[in-house]
């Protein structure tokens, strides 16, 4: 498969980045999975995501001078080694990945059309975070887009915490500036996280956007 690697920074966390082409996939580039089995009945587009995400992930560790293969664990979360966490998304031909020593998110999305994003944002945020958004100076469906993304990443990075998939409405965005946004949590994400308060650094690459969560 056609890849090119490069690094991005985000608050001091290197980010590694995978540009791909699933149309280059073949089978051959998957015997490099120790876990290739498990993909035996995925579409070419969630191999190609799958094993660009993992590459990603490989360069992350290898920059860390560890050479580890992520496979696949409960929940299908991605198996880091031992004392580090590590976190893969990937977006239309683009996978990225993080690892640090402390739990970590990372999510990268493509910024929702306009028409798309008045769609969606109900499903995403209630009519008091649409107000933080709207009212952020950033386009609505840029705006939106980074809550939906912010979501995500917090979710990654609390994972290892809660056994559940907790609902949009466990995180509400509380700010949304230039670079980062401001995310509380309520019991619908997990008691015990219950009105703890997350900033969460984003940029923008291209027409994606990227949010970061430290857990």
Same mark, same amino acid.
């Given at each position: 498969?056609?890849?090119?690697?490069? !690094?991005?920074?985000? &608050? %001091? +966390?290197?980010?590694? /980045?995978?540009?791909?082409? =699933? $149309?280059?996939?073949?089978?051959?580039?998957?015997?490099?999975?120790?876990?290739?089995?498990?993909?035996?009945?995925?579409?070419?587009?969630?191999?190609?995501?799958?094993?660009?995400?993992?590459?990603?992930?490989?360069?992350?560790?290898?920059?860390?001078? !560890?050479?580890?293969? &992520? %496979? +696949?664990?409960?929940? /299908?979360?991605?198996?880091? =080694? $031992?004392?580090?966490?590590?976190?893969?998304?990937?977006?239309?031909?683009?996978?990225?990945?993080?690892?640090?020593?402390?739990?970590?998110?990372?999510?990268?999305?493509?910024?929702?059309?306009?028409?798309?994003?008045?769609?969606?944002?109900?499903?995403?945020?209630?009519?008091?975070?649409?107000?933080?958004?709207?009212?952020?100076?950033?386009?609505?469906?840029?705006?939106?887009?980074?809550?939906?993304?912010?979501?995500?990443?917090?979710?990654?990075?609390?994972?290892?915490?809660?056994?559940?998939?907790?609902?949009?409405?466990?995180?509400?965005?509380?700010?949304?500036?230039?670079?980062?946004?401001?995310?509380?949590?309520?019991?619908?994400?997990?008691?015990?996280?219950?009105?703890?308060?997350?900033?969460?650094?984003?940029?923008?690459?291209?027409?994606?956007?990227?949010?970061?969560?430290?857990?």
């Amino acid at each position: 498969m056609h890849i090119h690697h490069s !690094i991005l920074t985000l &608050a %001091g +966390i290197n980010l590694h /980045r995978i540009d791909f082409d =699933p $149309a280059t996939l073949t089978d051959a580039d998957l015997h490099w999975l120790p876990h290739r089995a498990a993909l035996d009945r995925a579409v070419t587009k969630r191999r190609a995501e799958h094993l660009a995400g993992r590459i990603a992930a490989f360069r992350a560790l290898q920059a860390q001078g !560890i050479d580890h293969i &992520a %496979g +696949i664990g409960e929940r /299908r979360r991605p198996l880091w =080694p $031992a004392g580090w966490f590590g976190s893969i998304s990937h977006c239309e031909g683009c996978a990225l990945a993080a690892v640090a020593k402390s739990p970590v998110g990372v999510d990268i999305e493509k910024v929702m059309a306009a028409e798309q994003s008045r769609e969606m944002a109900s499903g995403i945020v209630d009519v008091g975070e649409q107000k933080v958004l709207e009212e952020s100076g950033l386009p609505f469906p840029l705006a939106l887009t980074l809550a939906f993304s912010a979501k995500e990443s917090l979710y990654k990075a609390l994972s290892h915490r809660i056994a559940h998939l907790p609902e949009f409405s466990a995180g509400k965005v509380e700010a949304l500036g230039a670079s980062a946004l401001t995310l509380r949590l309520n019991a619908g994400f997990d008691p015990a996280l219950a009105g703890a308060v997350y900033r969460l650094p984003w940029r923008q690459s291209d027409d994606r956007v990227i949010t970061l969560a430290s857990g």
